[in-house]
């Protein structure tokens, strides 16, 4: 640990295990943690309990909690600086969630437009209680650890966002408890986009699953995917998402995984064609995809996973049982 640690600032987010996981994530998220973690008092987790707002397999889910760990650690996250947990393991969480929602409005978690989306064309009665409230768990891992920082990709800094009104506005009622946190947003990468759809978001849920790489899907499909890739018939490359947003994606990609800047990619690639553009970036991708899964499989056969995951528990746990007890006692609930 590093000396000073008291005195850096916190950092925290979370990935939820549902379905398999995607360039997006690590490109708008998983990316930035392994950057800022020296920097920070980093704190990852496994948002499990976030995963239940809709039904998944229970033994799908497990395996894919594990999963997201070993793919934590073989992007770069070192437990030499990241606290690595699984919020279910810290039940907390829970319990401060439950705060939030009495301190949380109808109006202003019905403007959120994951909900909005992720209700749309559904019945009343199959949208889940948990999806509505669900920003309120968020907004619960983040404040429970007096997180500085949180770094995400664009579809998730709404949420971040109501934590900090939900935070102003419990320590007005309540006297100063929690600190603001700051969405930490990529400058190139914030969303990754379908490669069949690139106006839309890369994800997991893509039915035909042509448009959306999975971290551990072979590199030689990744490299199928970018070579049919939605793109425009200008046969010229530059950097205009509004115009271009096959081509735009596609640069943020290879910028994000080459970490070169997207005018120097635009700059490497003003002579090519599309053909010998797409090829270049299959490679980088499917590249980026071998190292990590020969990691991933050296770490999911050893003993790193659990080994990181004890570590961290006890620290979590005191650390979440402070502030609830804190909570607790300003709002006046239980004995004290
Ligand atoms: P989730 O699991 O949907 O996504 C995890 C992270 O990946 C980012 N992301 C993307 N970024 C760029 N392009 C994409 N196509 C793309 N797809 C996903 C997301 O923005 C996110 O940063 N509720 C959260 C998990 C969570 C959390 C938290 C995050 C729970 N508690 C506290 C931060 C702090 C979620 O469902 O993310």
């Given at each position: 640990?590093n000396?000073?640690?008291?005195?850096?600032?916190?950092?925290?987010?979370?990935v939820?295990?549902?379905?398999?996981?995607?360039?997006?994530?690590?490109?708008?998220?998983i990316?930035?943690?392994?950057?800022?973690?020296?920097?920070?008092?980093?704190?990852?987790?496994?948002?499990?309990?976030?995963?239940?707002?809709i039904?998944?397999d229970?033994?799908?889910?497990?395996?894919?909690?594990?999963?997201?760990?070993?793919?934590?650690?073989?992007?770069g996250?070192?437990?030499k600086?990241?606290?690595?947990?699984?919020?279910?393991?810290?039940?907390?969480?829970?319990?401060?969630?439950?705060?939030l929602?009495?301190?949380?409005?109808m109006g202003?978690?019905?403007r959120?437009t994951?909900?909005?989306?992720?209700?749309?064309?559904k019945?009343?009665?199959?949208?889940?209680?948990?999806?509505?409230?669900?920003?309120?768990?968020?907004?619960?891992?983040?404040?429970?650890?007096?997180?500085?920082?949180v770094p995400?990709?664009?579809?998730?800094?709404?949420?971040?966002?109501?934590?900090?009104?939900?935070?102003?506005?419990?320590?007005?009622?309540y006297?100063?408890?929690?600190?603001?946190?700051?969405?930490?947003?990529?400058?190139?990468g914030?969303?990754i986009?379908?490669?069949?759809n690139?106006?839309?978001?890369?994800?997991?849920?893509?039915?035909?699953?042509?448009?959306?790489?999975?971290?551990?899907?072979?590199?030689?499909?990744?490299?199928?995917?970018?070579?049919?890739?939605?793109?425009?018939?200008?046969?010229?490359?530059?950097?205009?998402?509004?115009?271009?947003?096959?081509?735009?994606?596609?640069l943020?990609?290879?910028?994000?995984?080459?970490?070169?800047?997207?005018?120097?990619?635009?700059?490497?690639?003003?002579?090519?064609?599309?053909?010998?553009?797409?090829?270049?970036?299959?490679?980088?991708?499917?590249?980026?995809?071998?190292?990590?899964q020969?990691?991933?499989e050296?770490?999911?056969?050893?003993?790193?996973?659990?080994?990181?995951?004890?570590?961290?528990?006890?620290?979590?746990?005191?650390?979440?049982?402070?502030?609830?007890k804190?909570?607790?006692k300003?709002?006046?609930?239980?004995r004290?």
């Open positions: 640990m000396s000073g640690e008291e005195f850096m600032k916190r950092l925290i987010s979370g939820k295990p549902t379905g398999e996981f995607t360039l997006g994530n690590y490109i708008g998220a990316r930035q943690f392994v950057e800022m973690q020296s920097n920070y008092e980093s704190f990852v987790f496994v948002a499990d309990l976030h995963a239940l707002t039904y998944n229970p033994t799908e889910l497990h395996n894919r909690i594990r999963e997201l760990v070993g793919i934590y650690l073989a992007c996250l070192d437990p600086y990241t606290t690595l947990f699984i919020q279910s393991e810290n039940l907390y969480h829970a319990n401060l969630s439950w705060v929602e009495c301190n949380s409005y202003e978690m019905s959120m994951q909900f909005k989306d992720k209700s749309k064309n019945g009343n009665d199959s949208i889940s209680v948990g999806l509505f409230t669900y920003p309120d768990l968020m907004a619960s891992d983040i404040i429970l650890y007096d997180a500085d920082v995400v990709g664009i579809d998730q800094k709404q949420h971040v966002e109501l934590a900090r009104n939900l935070v102003e506005r419990f320590n007005h009622k006297g100063d408890t929690f600190k603001v946190p700051e969405p930490i947003v990529p400058e190139a914030a969303k986009y379908d490669l069949q690139p106006t839309k978001k890369m994800s997991k849920s893509d039915e035909s699953g042509k448009g959306c790489i999975m971290l551990l899907e072979s590199p030689e499909s990744a490299k199928k995917k970018i070579m049919s890739a939605v793109t425009d018939s200008e046969n010229k490359i530059y950097y205009d998402p509004d115009n271009k947003p096959g081509i735009s994606n596609l943020v990609i290879y910028s994000s995984l080459e970490r070169v800047s997207i005018e120097e990619v635009v700059k490497k690639f003003e002579n090519s064609n599309y053909g010998e553009f797409k090829r270049e970036v299959a490679d980088s991708v499917a590249n980026f995809l071998t190292n990590l020969a990691k991933y050296e770490i999911v056969s050893g003993d790193l996973i659990d080994k990181t995951l004890d570590e961290s528990n006890e620290k979590v746990r005191k650390l979440a049982e402070a502030k609830v804190e909570v607790f300003k709002i006046g609930v239980g004290y």
